[in-house]
């Protein structure tokens, strides 16, 4: 039975790996955000504009919004990252459908936000983080478990809280 089961997982590997540039979007988007198999999952969150570095691992869960009006924004995630189940990336940030609140000069002109989010390389993202538009977060750096990342993260420290804040340096690697 074991064998045959195998046969099976090894069957839609291949078919989601074979099809990622063909499947309907909201689909795409299932197989990214859920899918129990990592190497899917970042298949398909390429198809979706995500840029993911060598050795990068997102857990199930992992969301992201880049739904701009013409200029999208980028997630760009470099080597050697995890990150921890149902992070959230918000590069594109806005009030949707809503058409009196969009007029507020201060919903338009501050709080709506169309801007990447680069994440460097050998981070550390806990579980529940959601990043923000526009924000970068350094080399070797922490976010605590249920941040919230709304301006740039220092290298080599360790950030956690709502807003995120700085809670400790790191020793740079020898």
């Known amino acids: 039975m074991k064998r045959f089961l ?12 074979r099809y990622v540039n063909i499947m309907p979007l909201r689909f795409v988007k299932l197989v990214a955000y859920y899918y129990t198999d990592a190497r899917i999952r970042k298949l398909y ?3 979706l504009g995500v840029k993911m570095g060598k050795n990068t691992y997102a857990n199930p869960g992992m969301k992201i ?12 995630i470099g080597r050697n990252v995890s990150i921890g189940p ?15 609140i969009n007029q507020i000069l201060y919903v338009r002109d501050v709080l709506t936000k169309n801007e990447n989010i680069i994440i460097d390389d050998d981070v550390w993202i806990g579980a529940n983080v959601t990043i923000l ?6 080399k070797c750096s922490v976010i605590g478990a ?3 990342v709304t301006a740039n993260v220092e290298e080599y420290s360790v950030y956690a809280g709502v ?3 700085k809670i400790r340096e790191l020793n740079k690697v020898k």
């Open 65 to 76: 919004t880049v739904h701009g009006n013409g200029d999208f924004p980028e997630i760009i």
């Open 133 to 138: 538009p526009g924000v970068r977060i350094g």
């Open 45 to 47: 969150f390429r198809r």
């Open 6 to 17: 195998d046969k099976i997982d090894a069957r839609i590997y291949k078919f989601l790996k």
């Open 86 to 100: 149902n992070a959230v990336f918000i590069a594109d940030s806005c009030a949707n459908n809503g058409e009196a």
């Open 163 to 165: 807003p995120a804040k």
């Open 146 to 148: 249920g941040s919230v």
